[in-house]
């Protein structure tokens, strides 16, 4: 039976906007240990993966030879909420994989419900027993089952392609659209393959003394891709007289996944964040066509077009 033994230490900090940029792909060996003891093999790195909702940036991972001929495993993670808003982010299963295959048991990563924390994981019995551990093969792996992978190659033989699931951002044709009594200003617009929305609702969480419901967001499937809208709007507004839809570059016409949804902004009094997805499959470069249409006032859309790439 796999052991393992998780020792997370979180610290809160200030919100930033945007997504964690990749830093340059860096590897080098830094000695450390005794001669008394097994001499640990640490390595840095800074690469960067999107799942369900946050970013983890790997920073260093340390290999200690352990007596039954396993090793344990030190990671340094950053993980942040790429949200202006409190969401309940899909919760990964990581694991560290040498060429394509599990040498750990699996481990629970638990992002902050708003901002960013530093986690320090640390695994035992990982490996093969009687065999040396090679940092340098191995990948720390971010999915479910029957989601997306993400992956954090470690050093430069992991066996398998990095794949980050970085969302790409879509360029607007304007920054605002009104649509009858609706007016709403775009507050990012992005094609991503890590989350989308889900339909089952968040456990509210506190910020302070203050309780917030946050977004949900569930993970996505191997090969799809959602639509991620976020408008600004005034307090009060709702989505449930309000009709999105979405032309992808093939032609196809999309309704939102989930019903649209509003949160409030924590800082922001008046101000909500409404959140539109549209899940597909398929190629993703060209042009979409998002409509707006207040039910109340169907003669009067407002389109808004998106391009990738």
């Known amino acids: 039976m796999i052991r393992r033994r998780i020792a997370v230490a979180c610290a809160a900090a200030v919100l930033t906007a945007g997504c964690t940029p990749f830093g340059a792909d860096t590897l080098r060996a830094v000695p450390s240990g005794s001669p ?9 790195v800074d690469r960067t993966a999107w799942w369900g909702g946050s970013s983890y940036r790997l920073t260093e991972v340390t290999a200690t030879a352990q007596p039954g001929g396993r090793s344990r ?35 629970e990563v638990q992002p902050p419900p708003f901002g960013r924390a530093s986690l320090s994981v640390t695994v035992q019995d990982v490996g093969t027993p009687g ?55 775009l507050a990012s617009a992005r094609l991503r393959e890590d989350c989308t929305g889900s339909p089952v609702p968040a456990p509210a969480v506190p910020l302070g003394s203050t309780p917030f419901v946050p977004r949900a967001l569930r993970a996505l499937k191997p090969g799809q ?6 408008f600004e709007a005034p307090g009060g507004t709702g ?26 902004y924590p800082d922001r009094t008046g101000r909500v964040s409404l959140a539109a997805w549209f899940d ?17 006032a169907p003669d009067a859309p407002a389109v808004l077009t998106l391009v990738a790439g």
């Not at 969302?167 to 304007?174: E, H, I």
């Not at 891709?225 to 976020?230: I, N, S, Y």
């Not at 989505?239 to 409030?264: E, F, K």
Request: hydrophobic share 45%; aromatic share 2%; glycine share 8%.
């Open 280 to 296: 597909f499959y398929g190629d993703t470069a060209g042009t979409y066509t998002l409509e707006a249409v207040d039910q109340d």
């Open 239 to 264: 989505g449930d007289r309000l009709a999105l839809r979405l032309a992808l570059p093939d032609g196809r016409r999309l309704a939102p996944s989930v019903p649209l949804g509003t949160t409030p």
């Open 36 to 44: 008394a003891g097994p001499s640990p093999r640490t390595v840095t």
């Open 73 to 107: 495993v030190e990671l340094v993670l950053e993980v942040g909420i790429e949200s202006p808003v409190p969401v309940a982010a899909a919760l990964p299963r990581a694991a560290l994989e040498a060429d394509g295959v599990a040498v750990s048991g699996p481990l």
């Open 131 to 185: 065999e040396e551990l090679d940092p340098d093969r191995l990948a720390l792996v971010l999915t479910a089952p029957g989601a997306a992978r993400a992956v954090l190659p470690v050093g430069a033989h992991p066996g398998q392609e990095a794949a980050d699931l970085r969302p790409t951002p879509l360029r607007a044709s304007a920054d605002s659209l009104r649509a009858g009594r609706h007016r709403l200003v």
């Open 225 to 230: 891709h959602t639509v991620e809208v976020l």
